[in-house]
């Protein structure tokens, strides 16, 4: 994985339009104010991402109904790995 963008938030509000286009490479550009992280502006793709987990954290699964792709995928994780 390559470096994460940080960007001090006067750079990124004096140029917005480049920090834009960098996220949708990028992925997420994390925003600085006196060398903190005060938050991000993530790729359109990143957000669907972040919906779709935000979505599942609340998910209660029974296991007699988990659908056989589910299973599949439980089947196959490799744990203690991270996702990317």
């Given at each position: 994985?390559?470096?994460?963008?940080?960007?001090?938030?006067?750079?990124?509000?004096?140029?917005?339009?480049?920090?834009?286009?960098e996220?949708?490479?990028?992925?997420?550009?994390?925003?600085?104010?006196?060398?903190?992280?005060?938050?991000?502006?993530l790729?359109?793709?990143?957000?669907?991402?972040?919906?779709?987990?935000?979505?599942?954290?609340?998910?209660?699964?029974?296991?007699?109904?988990?659908?056989?792709?589910?299973?599949?995928d439980?089947?196959?994780?490799?744990?203690?790995?991270?996702?990317?």
């Amino acid at each position: 994985m390559s470096d994460p963008t940080i960007v001090r938030a006067a750079d990124f509000c004096r140029d917005f339009a480049r920090y834009q286009d960098e996220a949708m490479a990028a992925k997420v550009i994390f925003v600085t104010s006196h060398d903190q992280i005060v938050g991000a502006y993530l790729s359109a793709d990143e957000f669907d991402h972040y919906r779709r987990l935000k979505a599942r954290e609340r998910e209660v699964l029974i296991v007699g109904e988990l659908d056989d792709e589910m299973i599949a995928d439980i089947a196959a994780a490799d744990y203690g790995a991270h996702a990317t």
